[in-house]
C-alpha cells in the first residue's frame, strides 16, 4: 500500500498506462493531425494516444488542457521532456515534426480526449 501511494507522490508510472479509447468522428484539422500522430507518436504512445509499453496514454486526465496547456505539446516535440508523471523515460525531443504538424497532433488529441471525457481542469500544486 505504501509502495503505491508513494509512487503517487514521487513520480511513478500509473498502474493504468494503457487505457480504452473512443474515437470519434474527427474534424479535418484532426485527421490531419492523426495522420502526423500515427507517423511520429504512436510507436512510443499508442494508437489512438491509448498508452503503450514505450509511452504513456495522452487520452489521459494528466493531460487535461488545464495541466498540459497546448503549448506543452510544442515544447514536448521541440525540447523533449524529462521524465516525471510515469516511468517511461525522457522524451526525446522530436525535431522531424514541424509546427503545423504539432498543431494538427494537438487538434486530435484534444478531440479524443473530449470524446472520452476529459475537459479542462485547473491544475492546482
Known amino acids: 500500500g505504501l509502495g503505491v501511494i508513494a509512487s503517487k507522490f514521487m513520480g511513478g508510472s500509473s ?26 507518436c504512436a510507436q512510443c504512445h499508442g494508437a489512438n494516444a491509448a498508452g503503450a509499453d514505450k509511452g504513456p496514454p495522452l487520452v489521459h486526465a494528466t493531460y487535461n488542457p488545464g495541466h498540459h496547456a497546448d503549448g506543452a505539446f ?23 515534426v514541424g509546427q503545423d504538424d504539432v498543431a494538427g497532433i494537438i487538434a486530435y488529441v484534444r478531440e479524443l480526449q473530449q470524446a472520452n471525457g476529459i475537459f479542462y481542469k485547473p491544475h492546482n500544486m
Open 15 to 40: 498502474p493504468q498506462t494503457k487505457v480504452a479509447v473512443n474515437v470519434p468522428q474527427l474534424s479535418a484539422g484532426a485527421q490531419q493531425g492523426k495522420v502526423a500522430f500515427d507517423a511520429n
Open 74 to 96: 510544442f515544447l514536448a516535440v521541440r525540447n523533449g521532456v524529462r521524465q516525471h508523471h510515469w516511468s517511461f523515460g525522457n522524451m526525446p525531443a522530436q525535431p522531424q
